[in-house]
């Protein structure tokens, strides 16, 4: 069963740029999609970004499009999300989740293993 652990939240200031990594061990990483969500208080997580298990395709939602990417490394079990020119509307708990589904998974529900999350605080 893959486990997976996030790291690189932290707080920046508007127009900032975070780099966040998503670590898995267990299981068999290239069995999996990986998305990343993102949630604040009282809201359903939110669908950010999905990465095909070679790596070779990635999708980015709308709301987020042009200034987040998502990308992985299989060799190191790693997937990052780059979030440039932060705004004050980005601060939540981001995670990362693996899928065995075989499509792009943009919805929570479809995820079957999460990270613990990490805290993105921006300052304006």
């Known amino acids: 069963q893959v486990q997976l652990a996030e790291s690189g939240g932290g707080t920046v200031q508007a127009g900032d740029s975070l780099r966040l990594s998503c670590v898995a061990s267990g299981g068999t990483f290239t069995q999996y999609a990986v998305g990343w969500f993102r949630q604040t208080p009282g809201k359903e997580r939110e669908f950010l970004a999905h990465v095909w298990r070679s790596g070779s395709s990635t999708y980015v939602a709308e709301s987020v499009y042009g200034r987040f990417s998502i990308s992985r490394d299989n060799a190191r079990n790693t997937v990052w999300l780059l979030m440039n020119n932060l705004k004050p509307q980005d601060p939540a708990v981001y995670y990362c989740?693996?899928?065995?589904?075989?499509?792009?998974?943009?919805?929570?529900?479809?995820?079957?293993?999460w990270g613990q999350g990490t805290q993105v605080t921006v300052s304006s």
């Open positions: 989740a693996a899928t065995d589904r075989a499509w792009t998974a943009k919805m929570h529900k479809e995820y079957d293993h």
